[in-house]
Nanobody, 116 residues
Framework: QVQLVESGGGLVQPGGSLRLSCTTS????NLWSIKWYRQSPGKERE???????????DYGDSAQGRFTISRDNEKKTAYLQMNNLKPDDTAVYYC??????????WGQGTQVTVSS
């Protein structure tokens, strides 16, 4: 059974940084697009960033200029570097593996809390 495991969440002050990781043991990792989503209470799940298998990236409006998505296919890990965090970034962050438009797998989520 394929698993995606997120890590790196936690409590950070406004203006701080976190780096989230999404790792798997699946051999097809390098063929997937990896997307980061987030969801906070009472809000819909929001796409934060996407990286394709060939490294093309795309960001949601809230992430532009502050977050960077990357991947290391040898380590079968994707990353989300988040800088200048704001209280509105508080959410559970999920990684998702996709093939084209088809969602394949979800991680269990990691909590990010931005608060002073």
């Amino acid at each position: 059974q394929v698993q995606l495991v997120e890590s790196g969440g936690g409590l950070v002050q406004p203006g701080g940084s976190l780096r989230l990781s999404c790792t798997t043991s699946a051999s097809l990792f390098n063929l997937w697009s990896i997307k980061w989503y987030r969801q906070s209470p009472g809000k819909e799940r929001e796409m934060v960033a996407t990286i394709t298998s060939w490294g093309s990236t795309d960001y949601g409006d809230s992430a532009q200029g502050r977050f960077t998505i990357s991947r290391d296919n040898e380590k079968k890990t994707a990353y989300l570097q988040m800088n200048n965090l704001k209280p509105d970034d508080t959410a559970v962050y999920y990684c998702n593996a996709a093939s084209g438009r088809h969602s394949l797998y979800w991680g269990q989520g990691t909590q990010v809390t931005v608060s002073s």
